[in-house]
């Protein structure tokens, strides 16, 4: 919770002095009324192509300054905590099973999700690399995949977690690491037509983690 606190008011003070965050009602244009004293109706605006380009400009500084603060809590993060914690993946899921999203909560706060669009294998995925206060810390991964006659558009309905404790310690860097194999069986259309429809859903999980000293 500090480290969010902290994140978010740098972030504040930024867009604040940036010029982006402004008190007060946003301005309204005037409307006519008709005979019979009833509002009358706008005609649709013409595209106005000099305000996208504005809008473009304005979308493009935005961005620039939310790097630029990102930059600045990394280094603001690295001077107030000097623990520093980086966690890594690797998961292998069997067809027929696709993984559709990969998920990292750290002391039960979302820090990491993707979401895949295809049969995806994770070789080695970064999921955290930053600053946090010494101490004990809970990670927490999940993983979500679809069977083959998962319907594309409802959530995925296999699903599998696994937890780690850390233990960060002062000027030390601490690498904690997720290695998932899921496999299975889940039913195919004939078994789904059937009276006795039958599947089967596996996921074996390693977790680890080391701390060596800056």
């Known amino acids: 919770m500090e480290r969010r606190k902290v994140r978010l008011c740098i972030a504040i003070g930024v867009l604040v002095s940036a010029g982006m965050l402004r008190a007060g009602p946003p ?69 027929p099973f696709r993984l559709v999203e990969v998920a990292l909560l750290l ?25 946090l206060s010494p101490g004990r810390h809970l990670l927490e991964v999940r993983l979500a995949a679809r069977g083959p006659q998962d319907p594309e558009a409802g959530p995925p309905g296999y699903r599998a977690a696994s937890g780690l404790v850390v233990h960060l310690r002062e000027k030390s860097t601490t690498d904690a690491e997720f290695n998932a194999d899921g496999d299975g069986d889940p039913p195919d ?26």
């Open 27 to 95: 301005e309204s244009a005037a409307t006519g009324t008709g005979p019979d004293g009833a509002p009358a109706a706008s005609p649709a605006p013409a595209l106005d192509v000099r305000a996208l380009g504005e809008l473009s400009l304005e979308h493009s500084r935005v961005r620039d300054v939310l790097l630029a603060t990102e930059a600045r809590l990394a280094a603001l993060e690295e001077k107030v905590f000097d623990s520093r914690l980086r966690v890594r993946l690797q998961a292998e899921i069997d067809r």
């Open 107 to 131: 002391d039960g706060e979302l820090a990491f999700r993707q979401e895949f669009s295809g049969p995806a294998t994770v070789e080695s995925l970064k999921l955290f690399d930053g600053f």
């Open 189 to 214: 259309a004939a078994d789904l037509k059937g009276n006795e429809p039958d599947g089967t859903w596996k996921v074996s999980f390693k977790a680890r983690f080391e701390t060596v000293p800056r």
